[in-house]
Protein backbone atom coordinates (compact mmCIF):
# COMPACT_ATOMS: atom_id res chain seq x y z
CA UNK A 1 0.00 0.00 0.00
CA UNK A 2 1.25 3.31 -0.61
CA UNK A 3 1.14 6.59 1.51
CA UNK A 4 0.30 9.69 0.05
CA UNK A 5 0.22 13.71 1.97
CA UNK A 6 -2.65 15.67 0.98
CA UNK A 7 -2.49 19.88 1.67
CA UNK A 8 -6.09 20.36 2.30
CA UNK A 9 -7.05 24.25 2.34
CA UNK A 10 -9.71 24.56 5.15
CA UNK A 11 -11.73 28.00 5.77
CA UNK A 12 -14.72 27.83 8.96
CA UNK A 13 -14.34 24.04 9.07
CA UNK A 14 -15.00 24.02 5.00
CA UNK A 15 -12.37 21.88 2.67
CA UNK A 16 -11.88 24.28 0.19
CA UNK A 17 -9.24 22.54 -1.85
CA UNK A 18 -6.95 20.02 -2.35
CA UNK A 19 -3.22 20.17 -3.02
CA UNK A 20 -0.09 17.57 -3.32
CA UNK A 21 1.97 20.30 -2.90
CA UNK A 22 2.21 22.56 0.78
CA UNK A 23 3.59 25.50 -1.52
CA UNK A 24 0.22 25.50 -3.66
CA UNK A 25 -1.51 24.76 -0.31
CA UNK A 26 0.15 27.69 1.34
CA UNK A 27 0.22 30.35 -1.67
CA UNK A 28 -4.32 29.75 -2.13
CA UNK A 29 -4.39 29.98 1.35
CA UNK A 30 -3.13 33.23 1.18
CA UNK A 31 -4.91 34.33 -1.59
CA UNK A 32 -8.03 33.49 0.11
CA UNK A 33 -6.95 35.42 2.98
CA UNK A 34 -6.38 38.43 0.30
CA UNK A 35 -9.92 37.57 -1.23
CA UNK A 36 -11.75 38.21 2.81
CA UNK A 37 -9.19 40.96 2.70
CA UNK A 38 -10.80 42.82 -0.24
CA UNK A 39 -14.30 42.52 1.19
CA UNK A 40 -14.68 45.39 3.18
CA UNK A 41 -12.33 47.82 0.68
CA UNK A 42 -15.16 46.66 -2.09
CA UNK A 43 -17.78 47.15 0.69
CA UNK A 44 -16.54 50.99 1.01
CA UNK A 45 -16.43 52.11 -2.98
CA UNK A 46 -20.62 52.51 -2.02
CA UNK A 47 -21.62 50.90 -5.31
CA UNK A 48 -24.55 48.91 -4.18
CA UNK A 49 -23.17 45.68 -4.35
CA UNK A 50 -24.91 42.61 -3.14
CA UNK A 51 -22.70 40.39 -0.88
CA UNK A 52 -22.27 37.74 -3.25
CA UNK A 53 -20.76 39.94 -5.91
CA UNK A 54 -18.67 41.67 -3.56
CA UNK A 55 -17.58 38.12 -2.67
CA UNK A 56 -16.77 37.43 -6.43
CA UNK A 57 -15.26 40.41 -7.42
CA UNK A 58 -12.48 39.93 -4.43
CA UNK A 59 -12.07 36.57 -5.00
CA UNK A 60 -11.34 37.48 -8.75
CA UNK A 61 -9.32 40.20 -8.29
CA UNK A 62 -7.49 37.87 -5.27
CA UNK A 63 -6.50 35.51 -7.39
CA UNK A 64 -5.77 37.76 -10.76
CA UNK A 65 -3.71 39.97 -7.93
CA UNK A 66 -0.02 40.01 -9.91
CA UNK A 67 -2.34 41.14 -13.23
CA UNK A 68 -4.28 43.85 -11.00
CA UNK A 69 -1.04 45.18 -9.28
CA UNK A 70 0.62 45.96 -12.51
CA UNK A 71 -2.53 48.10 -13.67
CA UNK A 72 -2.19 49.97 -10.56
CA UNK A 73 1.52 51.11 -10.95
CA UNK A 74 0.17 52.40 -14.42
CA UNK A 75 1.46 49.15 -16.12
CA UNK A 76 -1.50 49.12 -18.52
CA UNK A 77 -0.65 46.71 -20.89
CA UNK A 78 -2.36 44.28 -22.76
CA UNK A 79 -1.06 41.29 -20.78
CA UNK A 80 -2.41 42.61 -17.87
CA UNK A 81 -5.79 43.63 -18.99
CA UNK A 82 -5.87 39.66 -20.49
CA UNK A 83 -7.92 36.75 -18.58
CA UNK A 84 -5.80 34.37 -17.36
CA UNK A 85 -5.78 30.40 -18.29
CA UNK A 86 -7.92 28.86 -15.67
CA UNK A 87 -6.47 27.65 -12.51
CA UNK A 88 -3.54 25.16 -12.60
CA UNK A 89 -4.82 21.40 -13.42
CA UNK A 90 -3.23 19.81 -10.05
CA UNK A 91 -5.72 21.67 -7.78
CA UNK A 92 -8.97 19.21 -7.47
CA UNK A 93 -11.91 21.86 -6.07
CA UNK A 94 -13.56 19.61 -3.05
CA UNK B 1 -2.48 92.61 -12.61
CA UNK B 2 -1.13 89.06 -11.70
CA UNK B 3 -0.66 85.75 -13.91
CA UNK B 4 -1.16 82.54 -12.23
CA UNK B 5 -0.71 79.05 -13.85
CA UNK B 6 -3.04 76.70 -14.00
CA UNK B 7 -3.05 72.93 -14.73
CA UNK B 8 -5.98 71.29 -16.15
CA UNK B 9 -6.79 67.66 -16.75
CA UNK B 10 -8.56 67.28 -20.05
CA UNK B 11 -10.26 64.03 -21.47
CA UNK B 12 -11.89 63.42 -24.34
CA UNK B 13 -12.40 67.15 -24.74
CA UNK B 14 -13.56 67.58 -20.91
CA UNK B 15 -12.02 69.51 -18.42
CA UNK B 16 -12.04 67.08 -15.44
CA UNK B 17 -9.55 68.78 -12.84
CA UNK B 18 -7.94 72.12 -11.88
CA UNK B 19 -4.37 72.27 -10.19
CA UNK B 20 -1.91 75.29 -9.27
CA UNK B 21 0.97 72.12 -9.60
CA UNK B 22 1.88 70.23 -12.24
CA UNK B 23 2.65 67.23 -10.70
CA UNK B 24 -0.47 66.75 -8.68
CA UNK B 25 -2.11 67.20 -12.25
CA UNK B 26 0.25 64.66 -13.46
CA UNK B 27 -0.44 62.44 -10.69
CA UNK B 28 -4.44 62.93 -11.23
CA UNK B 29 -4.09 62.24 -14.95
CA UNK B 30 -2.12 59.33 -14.15
CA UNK B 31 -5.02 57.97 -11.92
CA UNK B 32 -7.77 58.38 -14.47
CA UNK B 33 -5.38 56.48 -17.02
CA UNK B 34 -5.27 53.70 -13.97
CA UNK B 35 -9.00 54.10 -13.58
CA UNK B 36 -9.42 53.51 -17.30
CA UNK B 37 -7.38 50.66 -17.70
CA UNK B 38 -8.96 48.74 -14.64
CA UNK B 39 -12.46 49.02 -16.44
CA UNK B 40 -12.18 45.85 -19.18
CA UNK B 41 -10.65 44.56 -16.24
CA UNK B 42 -13.20 44.39 -13.61
CA UNK B 43 -15.49 43.47 -16.85
CA UNK B 44 -13.97 39.95 -17.00
CA UNK B 45 -14.96 39.24 -13.52
CA UNK B 46 -18.24 38.66 -15.21
CA UNK B 47 -20.26 39.91 -12.29
CA UNK B 48 -23.02 41.00 -13.95
CA UNK B 49 -22.68 44.99 -13.00
CA UNK B 50 -23.44 47.50 -15.42
CA UNK B 51 -21.10 50.07 -16.39
CA UNK B 52 -21.71 53.23 -14.55
CA UNK B 53 -20.96 50.73 -11.67
CA UNK B 54 -17.88 49.52 -13.39
CA UNK B 55 -16.50 53.07 -13.93
CA UNK B 56 -17.14 53.68 -10.29
CA UNK B 57 -15.41 50.80 -8.99
CA UNK B 58 -12.70 51.69 -11.20
CA UNK B 59 -12.50 55.06 -10.13
CA UNK B 60 -12.39 54.47 -6.71
CA UNK B 61 -9.81 51.45 -6.78
CA UNK B 62 -7.52 54.08 -8.91
CA UNK B 63 -7.84 56.93 -5.98
CA UNK B 64 -7.03 54.01 -3.40
CA UNK B 65 -4.64 52.17 -5.34
CA UNK B 66 -1.58 52.33 -2.76
CA UNK B 67 -3.98 50.71 0.07
CA UNK B 68 -5.54 48.19 -2.69
CA UNK B 69 -1.78 47.48 -3.69
CA UNK B 70 -1.05 46.63 0.11
CA UNK B 71 -3.95 44.34 0.33
CA UNK B 72 -3.09 42.43 -2.73
CA UNK B 73 0.32 41.86 -0.68
CA UNK B 74 -1.50 40.05 2.01
CA UNK B 75 -1.18 43.26 3.99
CA UNK B 76 -4.39 42.88 5.20
CA UNK B 77 -3.66 45.57 8.45
CA UNK B 78 -6.77 48.04 9.29
CA UNK B 79 -4.88 50.49 7.59
CA UNK B 80 -5.28 49.57 4.51
CA UNK B 81 -9.72 48.53 4.93
CA UNK B 82 -10.10 51.78 6.50
CA UNK B 83 -11.53 54.63 4.20
CA UNK B 84 -9.06 57.46 3.25
CA UNK B 85 -9.93 61.28 3.75
CA UNK B 86 -11.78 63.00 1.20
CA UNK B 87 -8.87 63.88 -1.76
CA UNK B 88 -6.91 66.95 -1.07
CA UNK B 89 -8.73 70.90 -0.63
CA UNK B 90 -6.48 72.01 -3.31
CA UNK B 91 -7.82 70.20 -6.02
CA UNK B 92 -11.51 72.41 -7.20
CA UNK B 93 -13.52 69.24 -9.58
CA UNK B 94 -15.26 71.02 -13.07
Known sequence: MAVITQYVVVRDGVEKMTFTSKKEADAYDKML???DSLIPFIEQAECGLDEATIEKLAFYFAT????LSSLLKGNATE???EPVKKAAKKAEPQ
Open 79 to 81: KAA
Open 33 to 35: DIA
Open 64 to 67: RKDD
